[in-house]
């Protein structure tokens, strides 16, 4: 069985490799020795690598022979370590953006604000007399949703518990409603999972900026189509349409506090997939729309 050569010294940490190492590492300052006598190993170079300013690390060359490290193995570990500190910046500088996006995906989230509380209360409070089984139903309805909305984390999550949140909040605007607002759910079955908060949002848009406003019959359909590798999610409905000044402000990044979800759930797909929402005026209505890719949770 072969053993590795100086595999002993690991074990010890008292030893002159270490405390050359530490010196390398304090002083930023290569080392060569040419007459080491540790163990096997006589010749020893000792490089720091660097990462934003700071030694990080080392590379380290050993020779069992006394008098190798000559200038061309200098020069050659050189450019090595220079560029294994390179790959180790762009990991570090990866490593920022993706906690900068966490962030910021973080922070968008948390700007969702459910908006409809107030009316779903005075609904519930309107049925507990006439309805009450109703009532109840709702309530639950209310509870399962502002559950949803408090434990919601940055994690995918499975595509059906989006469409059961949705639900929820759509049972509670038909309630206040009624037969003004019919909502319809055309799904096909798919193991997709996407971010939390893309569905709700838009459907919440769809009833406070085209059905409400004109207060007349709306139908409003949540489709979900599995294509390759992924799924088509759109929200379609048959209200007043949407400005087309509104949807050039959404695809430039600037827009009024009145379509906060809309940007936001367009923001949020950018971020996860390189692509936002595809808006698209409909006679009567509108079709939003967007694609995502299956990923791992």
Same mark, same amino acid.
């Given at each position: 069985?072969?053993?590795?050569?100086?595999?002993?010294? !690991?074990?010890? @940490?008292?030893?002159?490799?270490?405390?050359? @190492?530490?010196?390398? &590492?304090?002083?930023? +300052?290569? #080392?060569?020795?040419?007459?080491?006598?540790?163990?096997?190993?006589?010749?020893?170079?000792?490089?720091?690598?660097?990462?934003?300013?700071?030694?990080?690390?080392?590379?380290? =060359?050993?020779?069992?022979?006394?008098?190798?490290?000559?200038?061309?193995?200098?020069?050659?570990?050189?450019?090595?370590?220079?560029?294994?500190?390179?790959?180790?910046?762009?990991?570090?500088?990866?490593?920022?953006?993706?906690?900068?996006?966490?962030?910021?995906?973080?922070?968008?989230?948390?700007?969702?604000?459910?908006?409809?509380?107030?009316?779903?209360?005075?609904?519930?409070?309107?049925?507990?007399?006439?309805?009450?089984?109703?009532?109840?139903?709702?309530?639950? %309805?209310?509870?399962?949703?502002?559950?949803? %909305?408090? +434990?919601?984390?940055?994690?995918?999550?499975?595509?059906?518990?989006? #469409?059961?949140?949705?639900?929820? !909040?759509?049972?509670?605007?038909?309630?206040?409603? *009624?037969?003004?607002?019919?909502?319809?759910?055309? #799904?096909?079955?798919?193991?997709?999972?996407?971010?939390?908060?893309?569905?709700?949002?838009?459907? +919440?848009?769809?009833?406070? /900026?085209?059905?409400?406003?004109?207060?007349?019959?709306?139908?409003?359909?949540?489709?979900?189509?599995?294509?390759?590798? *992924?799924?088509?999610?759109?929200?379609?409905?048959?209200?007043?349409?949407?400005?087309?000044?509104? &949807?050039?402000?959404?695809? /430039?990044?600037?827009?009024?506090?009145? /379509?906060? *979800?809309?940007?936001? =759930?367009?923001?949020?797909?950018?971020?996860?997939?390189?692509? *936002?929402?595809?808006?698209?005026?409909?006679?009567?209505? @509108?079709? &939003?729309?967007?694609? =995502?890719?299956?990923?791992?949770?």
């Amino acid at each position: 069985m072969n053993t590795l050569i100086g595999e002993e010294q !690991y074990i010890d @940490t008292h030893h002159q490799i270490s405390r050359l @190492t530490q010196q390398a &590492v304090k002083t930023g +300052e290569q #080392i060569i020795s040419n007459d080491l006598n540790v163990h096997d190993f006589r010749s020893l170079l000792i490089i720091p690598l660097w990462e934003n300013g700071v030694v990080t690390g080392t590379l380290k =060359v050993f020779y069992r022979q006394p008098h190798r490290i000559r200038r061309p193995m200098q020069e050659m570990a050189i450019g090595l370590s220079q560029l294994i500190s390179t790959q180790m910046e762009v990991a570090r500088i990866q490593k920022l953006k993706e906690m900068a996006s966490r962030a910021e995906f973080s922070a968008l989230q948390s700007k969702i604000n459910p908006h409809f509380l107030f009316n779903a209360l005075n609904a519930i409070s309107s049925l507990i007399r006439l309805r009450p089984d109703d009532a109840r139903g709702l309530i639950a %309805n209310l509870a399962d949703f502002m559950r949803y %909305n408090l +434990e919601r984390t940055q994690d995918l999550i499975p595509i059906t518990d989006a #469409i059961k949140q949705v639900k929820d !909040y759509v049972a509670i605007e038909q309630a206040r409603f *009624g037969d003004k607002l019919s909502v319809h759910f055309d #799904i096909e079955t798919t193991d997709i999972n996407i971010a939390p908060l893309l569905i709700q949002p838009l459907v +919440e848009n769809a009833i406070r /900026h085209g059905f409400q406003p004109s207060r007349r019959p709306c139908d409003v359909t949540i489709a979900v189509r599995a294509i390759k590798r *992924g799924a088509e999610i759109s929200i379609t409905d048959t209200g007043v349409g949407i400005d087309p000044n509104i &949807v050039k402000q959404l695809y /430039h990044g600037i827009i009024d506090s009145h /379509h906060i *979800g809309l940007m936001n =759930v367009h923001q949020r797909l950018i971020m996860l997939y390189g692509q *936002g929402l595809t808006v698209e005026p409909l006679h009567p209505g @509108t079709r &939003v729309s967007f694609t =995502v890719e299956n990923k791992e949770g």
